[in-house]
């Protein structure tokens, strides 16, 4: 069972470089939708919720697609600290999350 | 400070011996989910609660046992019956509600010696 699909990468951009990436989910009684940063070694943290309108934050653009199941992450002028696996996290009320295997970014200078 | 502490942060188990992995949190929140990472892969589900007293069997619960006797813990025991035991577990709180974000403590990374 596959409930959320990431794009595998791994993405090795240029600094300054646009890059997106793409999660689809299976569920469509799904209800909350997420994008979670996780460094090496560490613990994911909230980068993002997804909503239906679609949210920005600097760099960071967010879409979400009921109709198609879908969700994307734009990442504008790429940082070197941008590096690291980014995780799309799908739930339902009453239920657990779910995360996608993640795709690795890397921004090298 | 409010947050999610998971203990210890490294742990070394003999095989064939049960270890039980601390997860206490302060955020008020009624649920808690325990994942687990295998190295370059994601988070897979153990067991979750949403509420004291009751949790579910996640998809890959075998080997493993929890309890929810108070809100603000989670232990999860990893039993000899768990045969590949060696990974980094994740403990996680939300409020149980819809758009509500998670917090995650810290790990603990578990080696199997």
């Known amino acids: 069972r596959k409930e959320v699909e990431q794009d595998p990468g791994p993405f090795n951009v240029p600094e300054g470089a646009t890059v997106a990436f793409n999660c689809t989910y299976s569920?469509?009684?799904?209800?909350?939708f997420f994008w979670y940063r996780q460094d090496c070694r560490k613990e994911p943290k909230l980068l993002m919720s997804?909503?239906?309108s679609g949210n920005e934050d600097g760099r960071f653009t967010a879409q979400l697609n009921r109709a198609s199941q879908y969700i994307s992450l734009l990442i504008r002028d790429s940082k070197l600290s941008d590096s690291a696996t980014y995780l799309c996290?799908?739930?339902?009320?009453?239920?657990?999350?779910?995360f996608g295997k993640g795709t690795t970014l890397s921004v090298s200078s | 400070d409010g947050g999610i502490t998971q203990s210890p942060k490294y742990l070394f188990r003999k095989e064939g011996q049960n270890v039980t992995l601390s997860c206490e949190q302060n955020?008020?929140?009624?649920?808690m989910y325990w994942y687990r990472q295998d190295p370059g892969q994601g988070l897979r589900l153990i067991y979750y609660?949403?509420?004291?007293?009751?949790?579910q069997k996640g998809d890959i619960a075998e080997g493993y046992s929890v309890s929810r006797e108070k809100k603000e813990s989670f232990p999860l025991t990893v039993t000899s019956a768990q045969k590949n035991p060696t990974a980094f577990y994740l403990c996680?709180?939300?409020?149980?509600?819809?758009?509500?974000?998670?917090?995650f403590g810290q790990g603990t990374r578990l080696t199997v010696v």
């Open positions: 569920n469509s009684a799904s209800q909350s």
């Open positions: 997804v909503y239906s």
């Open positions: 955020l008020n929140h009624d649920a």
């Open positions: 609660s949403q509420i004291v007293n009751d949790f």
């Open positions: 996680a709180t939300d409020a149980g509600l819809r758009n509500t974000e998670a917090f």
């Open positions: 996290v799908v739930n339902q009320a009453g239920t657990a999350l779910i």
